[in-house]
């Protein structure tokens, strides 16, 4: 089976706990206003790779991934639009005992039977929740969020897998109309998520959109600071912590 990658990289500190190969897919089913790999959009774009070519590159860094308590970590693009490719990798990649971590946005509907086959061999979700307001959602990224909030919870809920919860903070956006309170009570609903990330929006992505020929929106988005994300992400993860312990 042949599945499209858009890149790879070797060693990251960033997707997932301890060090993780990551296999960026490509194809997404979103249109981020922020997005910083635009070039991963086009399902048709992107690298040809086999199903044994891929898990052999990945196991070739077995040794420190185990070492750091890492894995692979399968992201985009939208992963999950290649389920029935992740599902063959996966497999393989369970049998050596890789630590499967899967970063998504989730538009998906719950009863897709090859990402609920794809569910079995996945240790960790990175779910990115982009707007918890479904109109403001969909001004950003294209999409109402309603299919997406009801995927996280059937993932958290349902299924019970380890989730970290991700979260693009862009001032007078992310947090308009007392949406990070909103966000809050809905992440308190979920039943196995580990923490709350906070990624700042960032401008290096426009470079791309410029050379793909594609409008940017946001060019005049205030980038946050270090202590703004702060801030919030202790506001996120103490209520959090606070709900599971009254549970």
Known sequence: MIGKIHSLESFSKVDGPGIRYVVFMQGCNLRCSF???????????????????????????????????????????????????????????????IHIAIDTAGNFDVENEKINELFNYVDLFLFDIKHIDSSEHNLLVGTKN??????????????????????????????????????RKYIATLKSVQKVDILPYHEMGIYKWEKLGIKYKLKDQRVPNADECEKISMFLNEYREQNNKNN
């Open 35 to 97: 997005c910083h790999n635009p070039d991963t959009w086009n399902v048709n774009g992107g690298m040809e790779i086999e199903v044994d070519e891929l898990v052999e590159k990945i196991l070739k860094a077995k040794p420190y991934m185990k070492k750091s308590n890492g894995g692979v970590t399968f992201s985009g693009g939208e992963p999950l639009l290649q389920a029935d490719f992740l599902v063959e990798v996966c497999k393989k990649l369970k049998r050596h005992n």
């Open 146 to 183: 309603e299919k997406i909030l009801k995927m996280a919870t059937y993932i958290s809920n349902v299924w019970k897998i380890p989730m970290w919860i991700r979260i693009v903070y862009l001032p007078g956006i992310t947090d308009k109309n007392n949406a990070l309170y909103r966000l």
